[in-house]
C-alpha cells in the first residue's frame, strides 16, 4: 500500500501515478494524459493485484460454503463492507447495499421506497443539473404512482435556486433527489441544507454521490441524508460494482428490489420469510470480485487521505480554471462558487466533439456531449460541452498540455 505524505509535504502525485499502470502508455505516440475522470477513474495496481488475488486464491461463491475457499470468499465480501461503512462513516454494516453502481442504487430507492408509498398529488424534487441517472428513474416512478416530478432551477453559474428549492417544498414533498456533485458543471451543492430542509417537511433526502465519492470525505452521519449512492468505478475501483447507504430503519421497512438466491431465510409456495439486512437487497450471486476489489479502492484512497486529495484537487482545478479562462473564444459551463474536479466548456467556432478529436491525437483524453445531462445543455442552449474531469493523480503539466491542445485545434480551425 502507497504511505501517505506526510502531514504539510507536498502532495507526492508522481509516487502515486507510478501505482496506476495506464497512466505510462502512449496514445498516437504521445503520453496519455488522462482527463476523463469522472466518466471512469483509472485504476491502481493495488484493486487490479486484489481481483487477481481472488480469481488466483480463493474463487468461491460466498454465504454458503462450509468450505475453506468459500469462507475466505465471504470473510473478504464482508470485510469489503465494513471498510466502506468507515469510508462514509455508515452507522452500521447492514446499511451498505452492494449494487451495480449509482444507477441501479437510484432505481432501487425509486422502486423499493417509492413504489408503495407514493401516490397521485405526491412531489418529487429534482434539480435542473441531474444526471440522467436521477432523473429518470423517478419519472418512471412518477408514471406508476400518479406523484409528479419538480424541477429546482439553477442560475448562470450553475448553482441551485436555494429560494425557489424553499418554495417546491411543502407537505407534498416525499422525495427530494440531488448530486452531491454535478459531472456536468462541477458544482458542490449544498446537501446539508438541502437535507435539514427537506427533513424539516417530512421528505426523505437520496443524494447522488457518483462525483462526490471520489473527491471528497463523506460523512453520512454529519450529511444525515436519508440515502446515498455512488459508484465503485469512479472511485478507482471495478467498473460493475457500487454502493447504496440507507439508513437502517427506512431499509428494513423497504420490500426486496429483486427476488432470488441468498436474500431469502426461508421459502415456500405459501410464504417466502426475506433475509435480514443487507442481504434481503443482495439477490443472487453477486459481483464478489468486485466488492473486494472495491475495498482494496477505499483502502488505496484513505491511505492517501481524502483531506489531501481534496485540497491538491482543488488547487489543480483553480490552475485548470485561470488558464482555461486566459484562452479568447473558451467559455467555461460552470462558473459555481463552489466547484469540484470538473472544467466543462465550449470553444467559439469549434464543436466539442471535434476538440475531443483534436486532442486525442496528442494523447489527451476528454469527454465531449451532453454528458447524459441533456437538462443541463438545454440551461445553457449549448448541443454540447468538452469536459475535462481531474483525480488526484493529475497534474499542472496535463493541465498545460490541455490548453496548448486547446490552442492548437483553434490554430486548425482558424
Ligand atoms: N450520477 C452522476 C452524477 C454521474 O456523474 C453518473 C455517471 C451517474 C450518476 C451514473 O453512474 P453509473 O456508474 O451508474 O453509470 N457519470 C458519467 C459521466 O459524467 N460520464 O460518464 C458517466
Known amino acids: 500500500m502507497t504511505a501517505a505524505a506526510p502531514h504539510g509535504a507536498a502532495f507526492p502525485v508522481e509516487r502515486y501515478r507510478a501505482d496506476f499502470p495506464v497512466l505510462a502508455r502512449r496514445v498516437h505516440d504521445q503520453p496519455l494524459v488522462y482527463l476523463d475522470n469522472a466518466a471512469t477513474a483509472q485504476k491502481p495496481r493495488q484493486v487490479m493485484e486484489t481481483l487477481d488475488d481472488y480469481y488466483r486464491d480463493y474463487n468461491s461463491n460466498i454465504h454458503r460454503g462450509v468450505h475453506t475457499l468459500s469462507e475466505q470468499a465471504t470473510a473478504a465480501y464482508e470485510a469489503a463492507r465494513k471498510k466502506i461503512q468507515t469510508f462514509i462513516n455508515a452507522a452500521s454494516h447492514q446499511e451498505i447495499i452492494f449494487v451495480r453502481g449509482t444507477t441501479e442504487a437510484i432505481n432501487l430507492v425509486a422502486q423499493s421506497y417509492g ?32 406523484a409528479t416530478l419538480q424541477v429546482i432551477p439553477i442560475n448562470d453559474a450553475g448553482e441551485l435556486d436555494m429560494d425557489a428549492y424553499k418554495n417546491l417544498l411543502g407537505d407534498n414533498t416525499r422525495i427530494v433527489a440531488i448530486g452531491h456533485i454535478s459531472n456536468a458543471l462541477g458544482s458542490v451543492n449544498p446537501v446539508t441544507e438541502i437535507t435539514a430542509l427537506a427533513h424539516a417537511v417530512g421528505a426523505v433526502v437520496l443524494l ?40 437502517q430503519a427506512l431499509l428494513e421497512a423497504m420490500p426486496p428490489y429483486h427476488g432470488g438466491g441468498d436474500m431469502i431465510k426461508m421459502v415456500t409456495f405459501k410464504k417466502t420469510l426475506y433475509n435480514d439486512l443487507p442481504y434481503k437487497f443482495e439477490a443472487g450471486t453477486p459481483y464478489i470480485a468486485g466488492v473486494i476489489g472495491l475495498g482494496a479502492a477505499v483502502d488505496y484512497v484513505s491511505a492517501i487521505g481524502m483531506d489531501q486529495i481534496q485540497a491538491y484537487e482543488d488547487e489543480l482545478l483553480r490552475y485548470a480554471t485561470t488558464a482555461a479562462v486566459g484562452v479568447p473564444g473558451l467559455t467555461l459551463i460552470g462558473t459555481a462558487a463552489h466547484k469540484a474536479g470538473i472544467l466543462s466548456f465550449v470553444l467559439d467556432g469549434i464543436h466539442p466533439h471535434d476538440l475531443g478529436t483534436i486532442l486525442d491525437h496528442d494523447g489527451i483524453a476528454i469527454r465531449a456531449g451532453h454528458h447524459c445531462a441533456m437538462p443541463v445543455m438545454e440551461r445553457y442552449r449549448v448541443p454540447a460541452t468538452a469536459r475535462a474531469s481531474f483525480a488526484f493523480y493529475n497534474t499542472r503539466e496535463e493541465v498545460d498540455k490541455l490548453i496548448a491542445g486547446i490552442d492548437k485545434a483553434k490554430d486548425i480551425f482558424n
Open 115 to 146: 413504489r408503495n408509498r407514493l401516490g397521485a398529488g405526491d412531489e418529487i424534487i429534482v434539480s435542473e443539473m441531474e444526471h440522467h441517472s436521477n432523473i429518470v428513474p423517478w419519472q418512471l416512478l412518477c408514471e406508476q404512482t400518479g
Open 208 to 247: 447522488d454521490g457518483a462525483q462526490a465519492a471520489p473527491h471528497t470525505s463523506l460523512d453520512v452521519a454529519a450529511l444525515d441524508c436519508d440515502f446515498y449512492a455512488f459508484s465503485g468505478h469512479k472511485l478507482f475501483g471495478p467498473t460493475g460494482i457500487g454502493v447504496l447507504y440507507g439508513k
